[in-house]
């Protein structure tokens, strides 16, 4: 399937068209980044680094703070699909970013980071944004690190819709799917934590986690910069 061909997918439709009832001028932008430039790992363009910025500008608009350009250079090193969201003036105000692996034989999308415009936020683009990253990299395990426990309950919920486990939960961390987590995040502890990873909060006034999912919270701190890793994967992997 080309570039072009995956904005007719039924999962790019119904986002789209969720976007339209916002505002008529949206759009979305569908890059395979390594296969449009190459040499991307090696040499940053002027587009990309245009694409770069844009994605730092909106991270700045959409956590409240500056988490720095450096830090999106290196999450767009190895970007294996970016989804943007546009402006009517072809601007993003929205986006995602994507890599894939091949651990063990298994297929791993690794839900790099999204980040939206303040004024499109908590509007239900994020799970609709979900659906089209999962058909245009299908895996057999998916992978998100977070300090939001939005990231949380939209991530498990797209998981258990397709008959996935998760790790962790409140109560249960399996020790198979954190040994996976560390091919491509070696630093993560036992309990799925990543410590200071940031320089502190990323989102300013990150809500509070739910009662139910408090005790994956009390795990790691988000003041430090600590991020939980959350994976879903299939029952054979336990």
Not at 50 to 58: A, C, K, L, N, S
Not at 76 to 91: F, P, S, T, Y
Request: with cysteine; net charge negative; proline share 6%.
């Amino acid at each position: 399937m080309t570039r072009t061909d995956y904005k007719s997918l039924p999962q790019a439709q119904s986002l789209l068209d969720h976007l339209k009832s916002m505002n008529q001028g949206f759009d979305i932008e569908i890059i395979q980044p390594i296969k449009r430039w190459p040499d991307i790992e090696t040499r940053k363009s002027p587009k990309v680094m245009d694409i770069i910025r844009q994605h730092h500008t909106v991270s700045k608009n959409g956590f409240g703070n500056d988490i720095g350009l450096d830090a999106f250079v290196h999450r767009n090193r190895d970007a294996d699909l970016w989804i943007h969201i546009l402006d009517e003036n072809k601007n993003i105000i929205g986006f995602s970013i994507n890599e894939g692996y091949e651990i063990e034989h298994k297929i791993v999308n690794y839900f790099r980071v999204t980040i939206f415009n303040k004024n499109i936020q908590k509007q239900g683009i994020y799970p609709l944004l979900n659906e089209l990253k999962v058909a245009i990299l299908p895996a057999d395990i998916f992978l998100v690190r977070t300090q939001n426990p939005v990231v949380y309950k939209y991530f498990t919920l797209m998981c258990e819709q397709r008959g996935l486990m998760v790790s962790p939960t409140a109560d249960f961390i399996n020790p198979a799917a954190v040994d996976i987590m560390r091919w491509i995040i070696p630093e993560i502890d036992a309990y799925s934590v990543q410590h200071s990873v940031l320089e502190g909060e990323a989102l300013v006034n990150t809500p509070q986690p739910p009662k139910e999912h408090e005790p994956i919270w009390e795990r790691m701190d988000i003041y430090n910069g600590d991020v939980v890793v959350i994976i879903g994967y299939p029952e054979l992997l336990k």
